[in-house]
């Protein structure tokens, strides 16, 4: 684990809910219930009080958050826990924010840019490389698969894909 204290976004207020505090929220994560189990966010800036499930989202209330202005002004702030207050991974598990950031090179060994996303469109994580930047402009991107074939290792040192990936 490269920085146990490193925040990990797993929502963002999207906006108030009703008069009374409560806020939206867009999850990153597997559901409501994921954020049950980790009572305070934002380095105990925001203590949960209550969370339910809603189409695309959650309605949740926090302790810090009184009414729909607080509510309001809220709209914007990520979520978030320290990586260390995260569950153990399995075996070839990890956590997207792991990936974010690391370099990638091939199999071969040449450096081919840095992780910075991690997408799924259904039927697999999918990442986002970028190619280091030339005169001053951003690098290109690419996506590889996140499978056995593309990405044959990674780990906190990097990734390492297949050089057939790497267009």
């Not at 190619?131 to 990097?158: I, L, Y």
Request: aromatic content about 6%.
């Amino acid at each position: 684990m490269r920085n146990p204290d490193r925040p990990v976004v797993l929502a963002v207020i999207t906006g108030a809910h009703g008069l009374g505090g409560e806020v939206r929220l867009k999850l990153f994560g597997e559901g409501p219930d994921a954020l049950k189990r980790y009572k305070g966010f934002n380095g105990g800036a925001l203590t949960l009080k209550g969370i339910k499930p809603v189409k695309g989202g959650a309605i949740a209330r926090f302790a810090e958050i009184a009414d729909r202005t607080a509510a309001e002004r809220a709209r914007g702030t990520d979520i978030t826990v320290p990586r260390s207050a995260l569950p153990p991974l399995g075996e070839g598990e990890y956590y997207h924010h792991d990936l974010i950031g690391l370099p990638v090179v091939s199999t071969s060994g040449e450096a081919l840019g840095t992780v910075v996303l991690v997408e799924n469109f259904g039927a697999g994580d999918i990442l986002e490389i970028e190619r280091p930047s030339v005169d001053g402009k951003p690098g290109k991107r690419f996506m590889v698969p996140m499978n056995a074939q593309a990405v044959p290792e990674w780990g906190d040192a990097g990734v390492r894909i297949d050089p057939a990936w790497a267009s």
